[in-house]
């Protein structure tokens, strides 16, 4: 739902925010987990997430990413096995790559862009936008009847939505209601690529097996020596990630990788981890080799870092906040720009008292009030997190 609506803006708009369908490549190098990557795409596949198309050397035909629309694109995945045909098409990636499932309803945009067009088109309706901190919400009888703020106004309504981000849990408190959720800090870093170590047309790329970061064994040895150090000599988590970022001559890609989820409170500005950039970058030299030639000197990068508030089960809240008149909107980390769009929507239905689609209680603070529910959150593992 949510892409259909952002299509339907990047149409109105003349694609402001530059929202492409290039796709995500999740590679392997583990022949044992072809047969379950199938599996599971199958499975998504049932779930309404489109065909699933399998190619080897010996299919016809595969539709190549058309890099910046994202109009008459295929929907669903293709699976591609085979080294020789995986670097057909792209041919940066590992010689050891022997799948990479192509999802293909995905991509990326703008999100400043995209931002700045919905707040514009908001203001030409009547919406009014004032910097200050909420300290308080005032309450009578159940019922929200104003917010304060911290420049000592006080702002009447009978309607509050809680829609913090990293500071959802803490606004909720002062409705008197503990909401379900953590906090994590996530990084990521940016570097110019002037050497095409990823295709400026390439799809987010991502390395789906764990590894160990190559170093020499030199460097190996002094690293395992140090208990501060060692850390860098184990095994490291899936999910090494990188994409281009920027049009025309730009040559800067971004680098991601959640090696070292650490749940806090958030602070601001938070506290980056200066060896992020090297660790991200030696781990992508395992989907693209030629990021070795950047390991004795590195391009200079750019570290960055936010908060990402979640529910146990990765789940977004939206709707009712349990005081008549507040409402709440968030914990969509990891998919909040992908979902924005469509939760902003159905927490308006809530609001307005509109019709709700059928998928809303799964989103609702209620569904903890479910026994059911919470004792299947006892044994939930898959969150979909990057």
């Not at 800067?252 to 970058?281: C, G, N």
Request: proline fraction near 6%.
């Amino acid at each position: 739902r949510s892409i259909d609506l952002m299509e339907a803006f990047a149409d109105e708009s003349g694609n402001v925010f530059q929202m492409n369908r290039r796709g995500y490549l999740y590679v392997t190098a583990n022949e044992s987990k072809v047969a379950d990557v199938e599996t599971a795409s199958r499975m998504t596949s049932s779930l309404g997430a489109g065909p699933l198309r399998v190619h080897s050397s010996s299919t016809l035909y595969y539709q190549p990413l058309t890099p910046e629309s994202f109009h008459e694109q295929p929907t669903g995945a293709d699976l591609l096995i085979g080294n020789e045909l995986i670097r057909k098409y792209f041919p940066y990636l590992t010689e050891r790559a022997v799948a990479a499932l192509h999802v293909r309803r995905a991509g990326w945009l703008s999100a400043q862009q995209l931002g700045m067009y919905l707040l514009e088109t908001a203001r030409t309706r009547g919406v009014r936008f004032e910097s200050a901190r909420v300290t308080g919400v005032d309450v009578a009888n159940g019922h929200v009847k104003g917010v304060r703020l911290s420049t000592g106004e006080r702002v009447d309504s009978p309607v509050f939505i809680n829609a913090a981000g990293p500071y959802l849990k803490e606004v909720g408190k002062l409705l008197g209601v503990d909401l379900p959720v953590h906090t994590e800090l996530h990084l990521k870093a940016a570097i110019k690529d002037p050497l095409g170590v990823v295709g400026r047309a390439a799809p987010l790329l991502i390395w789906t097996d764990p590894q160990s970061l190559p170093w020499e064994e030199q460097e190996r040895q002094a690293l395992a020596e140090e208990d501060e150090t060692r850390w860098l000599t184990e095994t490291f988590p899936s999910g090494v990630h990188t994409r281009p970022e920027g049009m025309g001559e730009s040559q800067t890609i971004l680098m991601l990788w959640e090696y070292q989820t650490k749940v806090m409170e958030p602070v601001w500005p938070p506290k980056l981890d200066e060896q992020y950039p090297e660790v991200a970058l030696r781990g992508l030299a395992a989907m693209l080799p030629r990021m070795q030639e950047y390991f004795s000197r590195m391009p200079r990068p750019q570290l960055d870092g936010g908060y990402y508030t979640k529910t146990r089960e990765n789940r977004p809240l939206v709707g009712a906040m349990g005081v008549d008149g507040a409402y709440l909107i968030g914990a969509v980390s990891g998919y909040g720009i992908m979902s924005a769009c469509a939760v902003g929507e159905l927490l308006a239905a809530h609001v307005t008292g509109a019709e709700l689609p059928t998928y809303a209680p799964a989103f609702a603070l209620t569904r903890y009030d479910d026994i059911d529910y919470t004792k299947k959150l006892e044994d939930w593992e898959a969150n979909g997190q990057l």
